[in-house]
């Protein structure tokens, strides 16, 4: 078995599904874990991901001295969970870690339920605390993150609104706790330019309602009606797709090109709108940002974080007319809003880095550690 006192650590992440910004973080940190020397493998789920996924993991399977193991996980509970922690469990006996730090509430809870002696570290991710606790389904699984606290030595949350969450259905934990904030890569902070035929308007993400999407198409319609048409590029998939489709009907300038990567749909628009009914700390923000991407976005979960001094010009999430209000002034005042996606550009270069984030999971695996072996570090 090695230790955490020597200089590399041997780390096993586990997730279920390779998609979204959970598998963006945890290929980040794996690339800042082995960068810096570290012995470094990943369990994941051997039924999602598609081309995309397969594709970012053989790339990242060079420098995993530790492997990848694709191993069949169910997205609710079943009967594939026992087999799923056992396969867990050999992994993790077969690699000796010194860390096994699961993501989400599949990966969280099936890193916790295998480990032995090795560091137990999980990052929710929203995961189990976007149910509603007072749901059947919200009941039987926020006690089920309740009983894992137990068995949880660090908890990593991406923001501090998830941080609160988190205490709110479930408590203070006992374990270890430290807000990382998700980073972005020196490469990504290259600008990017619209494209001479751009559309007005770009929304980049999942298309699904929690995403706003039916607000932003509410807005355009809005603008039309008062005479102000604009036109809109719909960048992605997802389970609503075809409903916003239909509501976006006798809208001529509202486009739907599928998914694209985050830096090629950038140059599709010339202000991108996050509409989000919820988020945590959403990857599409940090990335916007980091492109000098000017953006308007809501007031909800970590976005503010991302914001800082800007936080005031966050819109109301669900609010039609607001945003429909804050499109006709932010295409009326094309400098002014270049000048603020400058001054977010520079504040998340100096506070959200990929870079920072993969010390700062190190520092906390550390501390967890030294705290499980008696020293006196505060819980939080």
Same mark, same amino acid.
């Given at each position: ?8 650590? #041997? ?44 594709? #970012? ?60 002696? #090795? ?5 929710p991710h929203g995961g189990t605390l976007h149910f509603n ?10 006690? *089920? ?147 000098g991407v000017p953006m308007l976005a809501t007031n909800v ?10 936080s005031p010009r966050l819109l109301p999430a669900g609010d039609?007319?607001? *945003? ?57």
């Amino acid at each position: 078995m090695t230790t955490l006192d020597r200089r590399s650590l #041997a780390v096993l992440h586990v997730l279920r599904a390779p998609v979204g910004g959970l598998f963006r973080h945890v290929v980040d940190l794996v690339r800042a874990q082995t960068a810096g020397g570290h012995q470094v493998g990943i369990v994941a789920d051997a039924t999602t991901g598609g081309e995309q996924a397969e594709a #970012a993991l053989a790339a990242l399977a060079p420098a995993l001295a530790l492997g990848i193991a694709r191993v069949p996980m169910s997205r609710h509970l079943g009967l594939r969970d026992v087999a799923a922690v056992r396969r867990v469990g050999r992994v993790l006996r077969e690699t000796g870690v010194d860390v096994v730090h699961g993501h989400g509430a599949k990966g969280g809870a099936y890193a916790r339920l295998a480990a032995s002696g #090795a560091l137990r570290a999980y990052t929710p991710h929203g995961g189990t605390l976007h149910f509603n606790p007072r749901s059947p389904l919200g009941f039987v699984y926020l006690n *089920l993150e309740r009983a894992l606290l137990s068995r949880t030595d660090l908890i990593l949350f991406e923001s501090a609104y998830a941080r609160d969450v988190f205490h709110a259905r479930l408590g203070a934990p006992a374990a270890l706790e430290r807000v990382v904030h998700n980073g972005v890569t020196a490469a990504e902070f290259a600008p990017v330019a619209p494209d001479p035929d751009a559309s007005d308007i770009l929304f980049v993400g999942e298309l699904r309602r929690l995403k706003g999407v039916d607000v932003l198409i509410e807005a355009v319609r809005m603008l039309a009606a008062a005479g102000r048409p604009v036109s809109v590029t719909i960048v992605g998939s997802g389970p609503d797709a075809d409903a916003f489709k239909a509501r976006a009907r006798g809208l001529a300038a509202v486009s739907f090109p599928g998914a694209l990567p985050a830096r090629q749909a950038f140059a599709r628009g010339r202000l991108l709108v996050v509409p989000s009914r919820a988020e945590s700390l959403p990857y599409i923000v940090l990335e916007a940002a980091a492109a000098g991407v000017p953006m308007l976005a809501t007031n909800v979960g970590g976005i503010p974080e991302i914001f800082g001094p800007q936080s005031p010009r966050l819109l109301p999430a669900g609010d039609a007319p607001a *945003l429909a209000a804050a499109i006709t002034a932010a295409l009326g005042d094309p400098a002014g809003i270049r000048a603020a996606a400058q001054a977010l550009k520079a504040r998340v270069r100096g506070e959200f880095t990929a870079e920072a984030m993969g010390e700062a999971v190190l520092a906390a695996y550390r501390a967890a550690r030294d705290r499980r072996d008696g020293s006196n570090i505060p819980p939080h």
